[in-house]
């Protein structure tokens, strides 16, 4: 069964750092450009922050760039996120997903939910 699940959310304070990860399973994923996007509170639109490619090339939205890194492990069939000098304002329900010429990886997972207090 193709899925992904997230993990690594959290309660922090502003200014400190988590690690997301996302566990793939299914054939093919190192052949899949993986993502991870947040969805805000009282938002149901799903916001892409990063992207890293079979290569290791990586891109950034503008709110992850300089703070956020994405990075993946074929062997192991995992994408994270590290998240540095994390903000109020990133608080949010964290997802990661792939795609190869138009076709998604898998069903979107639950996420994983990271907030940051002031």
């Known amino acids: 069964q193709v899925q992904l699940v997230e993990s690594g959310g959290g309660l922090v304070q502003s200014g400190e750092s988590l690690t997301l990860s996302c566990t793939a399973s299914?054939?093919?994923?190192?052949?899949?450009?993986m993502h991870w996007y947040r969805q805000l509170p009282g938002n149901q639109q799903r916001t892409l922050l990063a992207?890293?490619?079979?290569?290791?090339?990586?891109n950034y939205a503008a709110a992850a760039k300089g703070r956020f890194t994405i990075s993946r492990d074929d062997a192991k069939k995992m994408v994270y996120l590290q998240m540095n000098a994390l903000r109020p304002e990133d608080t949010a329900l964290y997802f990661c997903?792939?795609?190869?010429?138009?076709?998604?990886?898998?069903?979107w997972g639950r996420g994983t939910q990271v907030t940051v207090s002031s």
């Open positions: 997903n792939g795609y190869r010429d138009g076709a998604q990886f898998a069903p």
């Open positions: 992207r890293v490619e079979p290569n290791g090339r990586t």
């Open positions: 299914g054939s093919d994923f190192r052949t899949y450009v």
